[in-house]
């Protein structure tokens, strides 16, 4: 399977822009599963919630970012992850959607939120759901989830292979700790993170890059620098993530003692 990640700057506030953006970026490129940056239609930073409002979209794949989404899905037969900023009945969420040419595959709310996306977001609440796709066991998670070990184990639990990790980072902390989100749980991770900077009248932030895709055994298998749009795609065999042991003797899972964890 070859799986990337496209690092770039979305435009805030512009989703027929960002769409542009993403199919100048990944034309003439081969894939079967690529990931894109969190809330990658809408940018990061909104001054209220009508701002939010209006850059947002169902999950249905009918707007004008996951429609666009899928055409370029459809183009490669392949899966494309990425995050979203998601309108729905109960409320706004900060979303991943798996999309591939037969439109929504499988979408995820982002269950940790982070700092001011509280005062915007509601916190997830499909749990962490797995899909399959070409036969290989994917996950999904978000940015500030990186943080929380159960997130990446309650994925690997249910047998996701590969981890997409769409992100907006702004800490320098994330990089190295998927590093061993990867190696506690014998996976593979892609977290896909976007550059540049964002002002609004309240707030500035500038997002560290250095995108990654990290193997079972925790090697780095690519990475980008900390500016600039990156796009890089490598070939993995997916089946390495279904050996979970660490010697001939300790198994990742098997050795678990989760009778004697505190909650």
């Known amino acids: 399977m070859k799986i990337g990640f496209l690092q770039f700057a979305p435009t805030r506030l512009d989703s027929i822009r960002n769409l ?50 899928i055409s370029l899905a459809a183009e490669q037969h392949a899966c494309i992850v990425c995050g979203f900023a998601e309108r729905a009945p109960e409320g706004l969420f900060n979303s991943a959607a798996a999309v591939t040419e037969n439109g929504v595959l499988a979408l995820y709310r982002k269950v940790h939120l982070f700092y001011t996306e509280k005062d915007f977001f509601l916190p997830g609440n499909l749990g962490f759901p ?20 159960e997130a990446a184990r309650t994925l690997a639990l249910q047998g996701a292979q590969v981890i ?50 990290i193997g079972p055994k925790g090697q780095k298998l690519a990475s980008a620098p900390e500016e600039g749009t990156n796009l890089k795609i490598v070939e ?25 964890y505190s909650l």
């Open 236 to 260: 993995i065999n997916p089946e390495q993530a279904s050996d979970k042991f660490f010697t001939p003797r300790n198994n990742l899972f098997r050795d678990r003692r989760p009778d004697t």
């Open 130 to 149: 797995v899909f399959e796709f070409q036969s290989t066991c994917i996950g999904m998670m978000i940015c500030f989830d990186w943080i929380f070990p």
């Open 164 to 213: 997409c990790h769409p992100a907006n980072l702004v800490l320098p902390y994330c990089q190295a700790a998927m590093v061993t989100r990867s190696l506690e749980n014998a996976v593979f991770s892609i977290t896909a993170n976007r550059t540049g900077s964002e002002t609004t009248a309240r707030q500035s932030l500038h997002f560290t890059g250095s995108s990654q895709i």
């Open 20 to 69: 542009s953006l993403i199919q100048s970026a990944i034309a003439g490129s081969t894939f079967d599963l690529l990931v894109l940056p969190e809330l990658a239609n809408s940018g990061y930073l909104f001054e209220d919630r009508a701002e939010l409002e209006m850059v947002s979209e169902p999950a249905d794949g009918k707007g004008i970012f996951l429609s666009g989404l």
